[in-house]
Every structure is written in structure tokens, then in C-alpha cells.
């Protein structure tokens, strides 16, 4: 072949190759100009199914019993109803315990003999809890959905600035009994709880706070939250200590701000502080960012304890927690006094 033919056919190539380039960088430019790529349709998928509780995917349907932490109320009162019109279909229905008081306690026990689909919870769940479900062949997980924290209530009428957990914790064990002890007045403590087989918040305070001692005689114990707070109303020298949105904003208590030091104490409720006289015109709300950040000194997870058994009650478990995970399921935990997680 000569040397004028090879060359011929070498133009030929290059300005076919030429050319076929130019096709495909067109084709690319008209498909990137006119379609997400694949990661950013995902997203964009992801987003908008996240919205709201109709966009869930994957919701099962039937009729689901689930229970556990009293701390949850005010998420429950908000989410419930707005899941049932948007999922008619996936019917829940929260269940008390036969005997004792509802709690965090109490639903994981009822989760393990099956007479709950999954449950809710204000701790992480125990060794002891874990080794159990493992002897019945249940394997169980933590999903943690938001972040409360424990604020202490008052009387009204009490004048102190604040508690350290150090006080908190001799106030709560006997070693502190007068109000004067911590700069107050003359004036006997009156510290009330909840039973510790009640529920999580009681557990983590103990655990936490108190770091496993035991509650001194003088504590007296009361089964529910409200009552708890109507003698701390009444009683001049009363404390207690509960989830905070069930104390911050109401209207008959006084909640204490706590630190680990007596000169950096930090309220529960945002500043400034809004008075009981203005109430219920107008409430104290959550210190939101302080809990966020861990400032605030006594803040723990939310959890819904799903069983992993590939069945019913672990799709409803997972379903319930990914309309939790929602845009709109996040507003609503906000809206019931907790911060979210994500």
C-alpha cells in the first residue's frame, strides 16, 4: 500500500472518530441538560416521599397494639391521629399493661410476650432486657427518633436560683432535707417520684443523677406525673422531676434551672422567663437549643424498640418510625416539646 493511501485512510478515521465524538458529547449535553443524573433523582425520590405521612412507602395494614414510655403522651396526642388519616389502613392502638403502671418498663415486657407489635421507650434498653429477649429468641433493636431532657419542678413561690446535680442528687438521697442547705429558705424538701419500676425517666434518674444510689426515706412516691405536680403546687417545699415538656410550660409549677457548677445553671425553658401569672395566655416553651447542644445537663434519647422477627410487627416498628423521620412527623415532635434527632 503507498504511503498517499495510508495517509488517505488515516484522515478518514480521525475525522470519523472526530465526529463520533461530537455525537456523544451532543447526546450527553441533551441528557444532562433534561434528566437528573441517577444520585439526584434518588434524592429528589428520597425527599418527597419523606415529606409527610401520606408519602410513606411500605406502611403495613391491620390493626397494631404498641405502648411503653408515658414520656411519649405528647408525641402520641400529636402523631396518632394525623397517621390515621394518612394511613388508614395501619390502625394503631396503644395498650396499658394488665397490672402496674404504664411505662418504659412495662412495654418492653409487653413487647417480649408478644402482646405489643413494638413499643416505645425513654432509655436505652438494658443487659438484662437484651439477655431475655435472647433467651426467647428475640432479637430486638433501639431506633432513637428525639432528645428530651429532665427538668426539675418547684413550687411557685419557692425563691432559688437553681440546683447543681450535685445538690439535686444529695436533695434525692437524704443528705440535703431544707431548702436552706442549697440558699433558700427556711424550709423543709419534699421530694416526690415516681416509682423506679414505673418507667424510663425514673431509671435514667436514678442511674444518672442519683449514679445508683438509692432514694432516701424521705421520698414520697406517687404514681403519676400529674398528681405529682398538683402536690408541688400546693406544697410550699415540694420538688419533682419529670420529662420537660411535661413541666416547662405549665402554669401551676416553677421549673429549676440545673447545672453542673452554681454559677452556670441553665434553664430548662428559653429565656427570658415567662411568668405563671401569664399563663396559659402565654407558656414557657423548651430550651430547644440547650438540649440540642448537651448544655443542658440532664438530656437522654427517645428510642421505638422494634423486634427484628421479618414479620408484621417489625414492618410496623420500622413504619412508625419512618413516618416519625418525616418532615412532617419531625414538625409534630417539635410542636410536642422535644428536639429532633435528624
Excluded at 19 to 35: E, K, M, P, S
Excluded at 328 to 337: F, N, S, V, Y
Aim: overall charge neutral; charged content about 15%; glycine content about 6%.
Amino acid at each position: 500500500m503507498s504511503q498517499k493511501h495510508q495517509a488517505n485512510e488515516t484522515t478518514v478515521l480521525v475525522l470519523a472518530l472526530t465526529i463520533t465524538l461530537g455525537l456523544v458529547g451532543c447526546v450527553l449535553w441533551w441528557l444532562a441538560n433534561n434528566f437528573p443524573n441517577n444520585s439526584s433523582l434518588q434524592v429528589v425520590q428520597s425527599n418527597r416521599e419523606s415529606n409527610t405521612f401520606a408519602q410513606v412507602p411500605n406502611v403495613p395494614s391491620g390493626l397494631f397494639s404498641y405502648g411503653g414510655s408515658t414520656t411519649w403522651a405528647s408525641i402520641r396526642r400529636e402523631v396518632e391521629p394525623l397517621i390515621q388519616t394518612a394511613q388508614p389502613q395501619f390502625r394503631l392502638r396503644y395498650t396499658d399493661p394488665t397490672t402496674g403502671a404504664p411505662g418504659t418498663t412495662s412495654g418492653i415486657k409487653m413487647l417480649l410476650s408478644n402482646q405489643l407489635a413494638f413499643s416505645e421507650s425513654s432509655r436505652s434498653i438494658k443487659q438484662e432486657e437484651y439477655q431475655q429477649a435472647q433467651h426467647l429468641n428475640i432479637t430486638l433493636k433501639e431506633i432513637p427518633v428525639a432528645i428530651d431532657a429532665i427538668a426539675i419542678a418547684v413550687n411557685p413561690n419557692l425563691n432559688i436560683p437553681g440546683l447543681t446535680l450535685a445538690q439535686l442528687k444529695d436533695i434525692y438521697t437524704g443528705k440535703i432535707t431544707n431548702w436552706k442547705q442549697v440558699g433558700g429558705p427556711e424550709l423543709a424538701i419534699i421530694p416526690y417520684s415516681r416509682h423506679l419500676e414505673d418507667g424510663g425517666t425514673i431509671q435514667f434518674f436514678e442511674e444518672n443523677v442519683l449514679e445508683k444510689e438509692k432514694f432516701a426515706a424521705n421520698v414520697q412516691f406517687i404514681p403519676r406525673t400529674t398528681q405529682a405536680l398538683q402536690e408541688v403546687a400546693k406544697n410550699p417545699g415540694g420538688i419533682y422531676y419529670a420529662s420537660a415538656p411535661e413541666i416547662v410550660g405549665q402554669c401551676t409549677v416553677k421549673p429549676l434551672p440545673v447545672g453542673h457548677q452554681s454559677d452556670r445553671v441553665i434553664p430548662p425553658y428559653k429565656e427570658p422567663f415567662v411568668s405563671l401569672k401569664q399563663c396559659p395566655q402565654q407558656r414557657n416553651q423548651i430550651n430547644a437549643a440547650a438540649f440540642q447542644s448537651g448544655e443542658y445537663p440532664i438530656t437522654r434519647r427517645l428510642f421505638v424498640i422494634v423486634k427484628q422477627n421479618g414479620q408484621s410487627d417489625q414492618q410496623a416498628g420500622e413504619a412508625y418510625v419512618n413516618l416519625l423521620q418525616t418532615a412532617q412527623g419531625k414538625e409534630l415532635i417539635t410542636k410536642a416539646g422535644f428536639v429532633t434527632i435528624r
